[in-house]
Structure formats: C-alpha cells, structure tokens
C-alpha cells in the first residue's frame, strides 16, 4: 500500500492563492496516477484534477480549469494542486488519491471509486 498526506490547506480570501501538497510514502510514486478530489459540507465528494503517472497528461473539472494546475514531483514523491483566484464555491476538504494500474482514461480518473488510496484531507476555506 501507499500513504497519502495531504498540507497546505488554510483560510485565503476570495481571489487568493493557495498550493496544496500531497505526500506518497510506501510503494514507488511514479507507478500511480494522481488525482485531487473535493468535498463541501453537506455535498458528495467531487472530482479536481488528475495526472498521469509521467505528469505527461492532466486533466480537470470544468469549474477549475484555468485557475487549479496540478502538478507532480516523481523524485519528491508529492503532487501538487496549484489554486488560483479562489471563490467562495471552492471552500472544501481537499484529498488526494492515487491509482496503479497505468491506465489514462477519463471514464476512470474521474471518478473516485477509481482511486485505491486516500490521503486523510486538507481543508481549504475562503473568505470573502
């Protein structure tokens, strides 16, 4: 198994910034594609962004793009979620998730039974 643990959560005023990093300890980091999924109060966790193991590819949700960029360090074994010009909207509980089959494809990455490992979450709050 691989350990997730996510950082870098805090409270940013609307329009701020914010990076997010996710741990890997365990087995090799760069076998697992990469994702970051969310969860508001009272809301089902939802899809973020997601990176091929190589980084080579990316992939996010439609409220996100142009402002989240996620990113990975194989050497660090870290994957980073790069928040930009945050809204109210995008208050949550922040996890990353990590898969092992080497497979790219939207039908999988998006969604989050998908994903074999979870960090425990990091919590971002906007203020505005």
């Known amino acids: 198994q691989v350990q997730l643990v996510e950082s870098g959560g805090g409270l940013v005023q609307a329009g701020g910034s914010l990076r997010l990093s996710c741990a890997a300890f365990?087995?090799?980091?760069?076998?697992?594609?990469m994702g970051w999924f969310r969860q508001a109060p009272g809301k089902e966790r939802e899809f973020v962004a997601a990176i091929l193991w190589s980084g080579g590819s990316t992939d996010y949700a439609d409220s996100v793009k142009g402002r989240f960029t996620i990113t990975r360090d194989n050497a660090r074994s870290t994957v980073y979620l790069q928040i930009n010009s945050l809204k109210p909207e995008d208050a949550a509980v922040y996890y990353c998730a990590a898969d092992q089959t080497r497979v790219w494809s939207k039908t999988y990455y998006m969604r989050s039974s998908w994903y074999g490992y979870w960090g425990q979450g990091t919590q971002v709050t906007v203020s505005s």
């Open positions: 365990g087995r090799p980091f760069n076998i697992y594609t």
